[in-house]
């Protein structure tokens, strides 16, 4: 089961990873209202989410934060390595905390909560990037979204 959950996640990232290619970089400064954050601050805030509550919960598997939760990083391939590097670091430390049957230090009552709060997470803000992009006529058509989020999520894998 430990592996269909870990798998899930590193699915939850190729679909972040795969949305973050598929904004034009032009677009990464959309927001859906005036005061809300920009889509590049979006991207920017999940991967510092991601390395804040591992440093919280899980500081023995903790690196460096990034030096700002909300910046605008308009480049698609710094985005998608940011955020598999930072997957990588989740997906570690929930490893890690589970093999050895630990709890998490400082919020959730288990690690497979914390995975699953950091899914949630991101697909708010996946719908809100979606969202504004429409909104500023930017939208990602469901022929290039649907491979990229729900194929990622429901087709078998060939060993599955």
Same mark, same amino acid.
């Given at each position: 089961?430990?592996?269909?959950?870990?798998?899930?996640?590193?699915?939850?990232?190729?679909?972040?990873?795969?949305?973050?290619? /598929? +904004?034009?970089?032009? *677009?990464?400064?959309?927001? $859906?209202?005036? %005061?809300?954050?920009? =889509? !590049?601050? &979006?991207?920017?805030?999940?991967?510092?989410?991601?390395?804040?509550?591992?440093?919280?919960?899980?500081?023995?598997? /903790? +690196?460096?934060?990034? *030096?700002?939760?909300?910046? $605008?990083?308009? %480049?698609?391939?710094? =985005? !998608?390595? &940011?955020?598999?590097?930072?997957?990588?670091?989740?997906?570690?430390?929930?490893?890690?905390?589970?093999?050895?049957?630990?709890?998490?230090?400082?919020?959730?009552?288990?690690?497979?909560?914390?995975?699953?709060?950091?899914?949630?997470?991101?697909?708010?803000?996946?719908?809100?990037?979606?969202?504004?992009?429409?909104?500023?006529?930017?939208?990602?058509?469901?022929?290039?979204?649907?491979?990229?989020?729900?194929?990622?999520?429901?087709?078998?894998?060939?060993?599955?």
């Amino acid at each position: 089961m430990l592996e269909a959950l870990l798998d899930s996640w590193d699915r939850n990232n190729r679909i972040l990873v795969g949305l973050a290619r /598929a +904004v034009a970089p032009d *677009a990464m400064d959309v927001r $859906a209202a005036p %005061d809300s954050p920009s =889509v !590049a601050e &979006m991207f920017s805030h999940m991967h510092y989410v991601r390395l804040v509550f591992v440093a919280e919960d899980a500081p023995e598997s /903790a +690196v460096p934060l990034p *030096a700002g939760e909300w910046v $605008a990083e308009r %480049d698609p391939d710094r =985005v !998608a390595q &940011m955020l598999d590097d930072s997957a990588r670091v989740v997906h570690e430390a929930v490893n890690r905390r589970l093999s050895e049957g630990r709890a998490m230090d400082q919020h959730y009552d288990h690690p497979i909560l914390f995975l699953q709060h950091m899914i949630w997470h991101e697909g708010y803000h996946q719908g809100q990037i979606k969202l504004a992009l429409k909104l500023a006529g930017r939208p990602i058509p469901n022929t290039v979204a649907g491979p990229l989020t729900w194929g990622v999520w429901m087709n078998k894998t060939p060993s599955g």
